[in-house]
């Protein structure tokens, strides 16, 4: 009867010449002795941003798709916006509060990510907790704006001119901020380099802004003839030098 051989040890699968590893015979130094665990780290709340985002478009599209229509076409042409002017207009209504918010969280995540790849500011916290303080700036500028507007449409008697360039404002940040989320989709999910959309996302930005400056300016100057100087005092008090103070502000600070 053949006998049957015996599994070799650890030691001799180690000594025998035929199972000595190749790694054996070099000159570098272990540093580890124990074997390395491969973490795989990957954020679930962009995720779940996105889809809150989806999800908000979906409810907008399905209430107000034709209000929405009209609110992109006035951001482009004077004589759509003062059509929009005539028909009610009520900030509380849920197609409102939906692009106003979604103009927000996409500005919010785009300095965010500015801020991830350039560590700017608060670079020992999480992410997330970076993007709710975006979030929170954000709301603050837009609060703060909404509140001088107030006060100087108060003050100088000008309720008209004032009320219509925030009117215009508001209706151009909602159309643009659509126009903000794939660029801002791309600089997460895209395998390409995300200065590329962020870029792109602050080119349309920035449009914005001179768009919106521009149409104020035609506001006051040819409509209301209100003087060039008082329309060059307001941008640089209320539009300009606020947004440099707080940068300015963080940047120190955080």
Known sequence: MASVSPEPSR???ITHPYYTSLFNDHL?????????TRINYQQIWPSVFFLFCLLLLVLIKFSS??????IIQSSFSLQALRQ??????????????GLNSFFIVNVSFLLYKVNSIYKLILVSNGSFNQFLFFVF???????????INALLSFFTKEQKVISDYFINSLFINQTFGLFLFPCI??????????????????????????????KGVIIGLVEERIGFLQIFSY?????????????KYIIETF
């Open 11 to 13: 030691c001799d699968v």
């Open 28 to 36: 570098l130094r272990v540093k580890n002795l124990e074997p390395v």
């Open 65 to 70: 798709l034709t209000k929405v229509v009209k």
């Open 84 to 97: 929009l002017e005539r028909e009610e207009q009520n900030p509380f209504r849920l197609y409102a509060i």
């Open 137 to 147: 700036i954000v709301i603050l500028v837009v609060g703060f704006k909404i509140t």
């Open 185 to 214: 989709i791309l600089m997460e999910l895209s395998p390409f380099d995300p200065i590329i959309f962020i870029c792109a996302a602050s080119v349309i930005l920035a449009f914005s802004i001179l768009l919106k400056w521009y």
């Open 235 to 247: 941008f640089c008090s209320l539009e300009i030098l606020p947004v440099f103070i707080l940068v």
